[in-house]
Antibody
Framework: EVQLVESGGGLIQPGGSLRLSCAAS????????MSWVRQAPGKGLEWVSV???????YYADSVKGRFTISRDNSKNTLYLQMNSLRADDTAVYYC?????????????WGQGTLVTVSS | SSELTQDPAVSVALGQTVRITCQGD??????ASWYQQKPGQAPVLVIY???SRPSGIPDRFSDSTSGNTASLTIAGAQAEDEADYYC???????????FGGGTKLTVL
C-alpha cells in the first residue's frame, strides 16, 4: 500500500527542539520531491520545506535557519528537525509526496502530526 | 517568493456549476494544482499539471489558466464537494512552493 505515516509530534516548550519523521511505503522517497506542509489551527495550508531527488533543500522564510529537512534512503523516511520552536509553529505537520513532475503536485499526504509549542 | 490569492468563500446551488479562482504572478510560469480538504482530514489532490485528475477524482472537476489566474471548475456540484479548496504553485523564484489562502465552498 502506498502511504505516508508521520510521527514525532507533541507538546514542546518555546525554544525547544523536535524531530518529525515520515515513513513512506509503496514508493521510494529519494525518487520524488518530498515536502513538509503545515496547518495552524483553523488556518490554511503553509508550505514549509522541500527536498529534491538530487538532495537540494529549500525552506519557507518563516522557518529558514531553524528547520532542517532530510531523508534516510535506507529507511525510506523523511525527517524535519525543528529547532528554536515558537508559538506560531503550532500546527498539524503533514509530509507530502510531490511526485517527479513538479515539486508542488502533492499527490499523497500523510495523516498529519500535531506540534504544540506552549509553556 | 510570491503570493496566491483566493476568494475566502464561495457558494453554489446543488447541481450547478461553480468556479474557484486563484491569482498570482507565478501562475504565468507554473501550472497550479488544486486540493480539497474536508474537516479533520488531510488535503486531497484533485487537479494537477494542466487539468490532469488523479485516479478516483470525478470528471466534474476541471481547471484552466489564463494569464495570472487559475480557475477550478466543478460542474454539477454535489453535496460531498462542500469543503475547503486550496491552490498552489511554485513561487516566482521556482524553488519555493506557495499556497493560496483557501476557499470555503458551500453547497446549498
Amino acid at each position: 500500500e502506498v502511504q505516508l505515516v508521520e510521527s514525532g509530534g507533541g507538546l514542546i516548550q518555546p525554544g525547544g527542539s523536535l524531530r518529525l519523521s515520515c515513513a513512506a511505503s509503496g514508493f521510494t522517497v529519494s525518487s520524488n520531491y518530498m515536502s513538509w506542509v503545515r496547518q495552524a489551527p483553523g488556518k490554511g495550508l503553509e508550505w514549509v520545506s522541500v527536498i529534491y531527488m538530487g538532495g537540494s533543500t529549500y525552506y519557507a522564510d518563516s522557518v529558514k535557519g531553524r528547520f532542517t529537512i532530510s531523508r534516510d534512503n535506507s529507511k525510506n523516511t523523511l525527517y524535519l528537525q525543528m529547532n528554536s520552536l515558537r508559538a506560531d509553529d503550532t500546527a498539524v505537520y503533514y509530509c507530502a509526496n510531490g511526485g517527479w513532475i513538479q515539486p508542488h503536485y502533492f499527490d499523497l499526504w500523510g495523516q498529519g502530526t500535531l506540534v504544540t509549542v506552549s509553556s | 517568493s510570491s503570493e496566491l490569492t483566493q476568494d475566502p468563500a464561495v457558494s453554489v446551488a446543488l447541481g450547478q456549476t461553480v468556479r474557484i479562482t486563484c491569482q498570482g504572478d507565478s501562475l504565468r510560469n507554473y501550472y497550479a494544482s488544486w486540493y480539497q480538504q474536508k474537516p479533520g482530514q488531510a488535503p486531497v489532490l484533485v487537479i494537477y499539471n494542466q487539468n490532469s485528475r488523479p485516479s478516483g477524482i470525478p470528471d466534474r472537476f476541471s481547471d484552466s489558466t489564463s494569464g495570472n489566474t487559475a480557475s477550478l471548475t466543478i460542474a454539477g456540484a454535489q453535496a460531498e464537494d462542500e469543503a475547503d479548496y486550496y491552490c498552489n504553485s511554485r513561487d516566482t523564484s521556482g524553488n519555493h512552493v506557495v499556497f493560496g489562502g483557501g476557499t470555503k465552498l458551500t453547497v446549498l
